[in-house]
């Protein structure tokens, strides 16, 4: 079988090399810890070594070659069971990795292999493109349809996927369309599918895991955080873990404690993920089909509240966004709300409340939360210098206090009044209809901090 030899990381900042020298040419046998070849970045000339034995059956970047990007394929080894040729699950790996080289996001800390993020603007809508009413529900399996039609590497699995389509019938008509193979009913074993995916995904195939809801992803915590989100980070970027894991996030309606968990922070603070909350459905659309190309594992942060919405969705074919983009929802100069996911809806609210009362309120939402897009927040801030953070979740340790912190560092001098936080509170979400209210995030609490920050 062809083994891909890739273009390593030799520290933990490097995005590119240039391949000084090939110590080696196609024909030669090589055994493991032999010296491939020089690679010299600006600050030193490493050797590559091979990890593997077989013989260099290709070289497909020449010496010489400056600016090659970390992950590039550089040359092909055959190993030992050089008979089985390559297979099928090779050929989705170099489908995966045949993608242009990555630009490096400016926002993340260079720790690793960069994570492939597009700094792309969203596809500009040709006008006279109609727009069709469509729901969140609707939207995200449209997504996975599309990407299942184009890419047989593509699959799904879940509790309850398949025959019963969707808990929250999310995957509806997939098994009708691609069979049982493809569309694979779990059983209730969050751990055992999330580890059986992110093997997947390492071998080459773009799982997508739902989980009925995140809440019940704790059970499979070890493969997302030890695993899948390590893979491109301890390879030094020669093995991916094209994953999406998906499903219901936050709080829904009378569900309790053990059900109404946001998980945005939790996994935003994981260096290796990439985690996206999207709110209307041209976003839960465009971003999830983005996610299931993404090369990296993605948290995919649905909202059960948000599932039968309907929406405008530009009639476009192959509607993708950019990951790590936020978006401006409404323009206005006097504060900034920033929210993502469900919060999102109050914040349009409680805008169009505050314009009422003479505040021109900006809404931002996130959409992506790793990697946060602080430039579009920073530069709504030098606009409005007043910020409130909406967020259905707990306040510790969460995205909003996140953004505070960005705001204090990078944004400080065009602060005229502290960052506002409005969060649930923060208690395990109580089961009793008047105490669930009293908990959870509501417009008029963001009008109040809207009010607060610019003293009114
Ligand atoms: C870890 C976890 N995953 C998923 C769920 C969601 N869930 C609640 S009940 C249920 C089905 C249980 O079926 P079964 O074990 O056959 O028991 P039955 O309700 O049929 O008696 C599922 C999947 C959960 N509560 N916890």
């Given amino acids: 079988m062809a083994i891909e030899l890739k273009m390593p990381a030799l520290s933990p900042t490097m995005e590119e090399g240039t391949l000084a020298k090939w110590l080696v040419k196609e024909g030669d046998e090589v055994s493991s810890g032999d010296i491939l070849a020089e690679i010299e970045t600006d600050k030193a000339t ?46 989705s790996v170099s489908k995966v990795e045949a993608q242009p080289a990555p630009e490096p996001s400016p926002k993340e800390p260079q720790t690793a292999p960069a994570i ?31 990407e299942m039609r184009a890419d047989d590497s593509v699959f799904v699995m879940g509790e309850e996927v398949a025959e019963y389509q969707g808990a929250y019938k999310v995957t509806q008509g997939l098994l009708d369309e691609f069979g049982s193979k493809r569309v694979i009913d779990t059983p209730i074993t969050e751990h055992g599918f999330a580890g059986i995916g992110a ?22 915590i070890d493969h997302i955080i030890n695993s899948a989100a390590k893979t491109n980070y301890m390879s030094g970027g020669q093995m991916r873990c094209p994953i999406v894991f998906r499903g219901p996030n936050g709080a829904a309606a009378r569900v309790g404690a053990q059900h109404s968990q946001n998980y945005g922070p ?57 990951i790590g983009k936020a978006r401006i929802m409404r323009e206005g100069s006097d504060v900034t709300i920033v929210s993502y996911s469900i919060g999102v809806g109050l914040a349009l609210e409680a805008a169009d409340t505050l314009a009422g009362e003479g505040i021109d309120a900006e809404v931002i939402d996130l959409r992506t939360l790793r990697p946060l897009d602080t430039e579009t927040v920073l530069k709504s801030l030098a606009k409005t210098n007043r910020l409130v953070v909406a967020e259905e979740g ?39 209809a008047n105490l669930e209210k009293a908990a959870l995030i509501d417009s008029d609490r963001i009008i109040a901090a809207a009010k607060r920050v610019c003293y009114r």
């Fill in 46 to 91: 490493m050797e590559f070594e091979a990890v593997d034995e077989g013989v260099i059956s290709k070289i497909l970047v020449a010496e010489g070659t400056d600016e090659v990007a970390v992950g590039t394929v550089i040359a092909e080894l055959i190993g030992d069971d050089a008979e089985e040729s390559t297979s099928s699950v090779t050929d």
């Fill in 116 to 146: 492939e993020i597009s700094r792309a603007e969203d596809p500009a809508i040709p006008e006279g493109t109609a727009m069709i009413s469509i729901t969140v529900r609707e939207a995200l399996r449209d997504a996975m349809a599309e």
């Fill in 199 to 220: 093997g997947a995904a390492m071998g080459g195939l773009k799982p997508i895991v739902e989980f009925m809801t995140f809440n019940f992803a704790m059970q499979a």
């Fill in 266 to 322: 939790w996994y935003a603070s994981v260096p290796g993920l990439i985690v996206i909350a999207p709110y209307d459905a041209a976003d839960a659309k465009g971003l999830l089909k983005a996610a299931i190309r993404c090369p990296d594992p993605v948290v995919f942060l649905e909202n059960e509240l948000l599932y039968g919405r309907s929406f405008e969705l530009p009639e476009i074919d192959d509607y993708v966004l950019p």
């Fill in 394 to 432: 707990w306040p510790t340790c969460s995205i909003a206090s996140e953004i505070m912190a960005i705001c204090m560092d990078e944004g400080f001098d065009d602060l005229d009044a502290p960052v506002a936080r409005v969060t649930n509170e923060d208690v395990p979400l109580p089961y009793a």
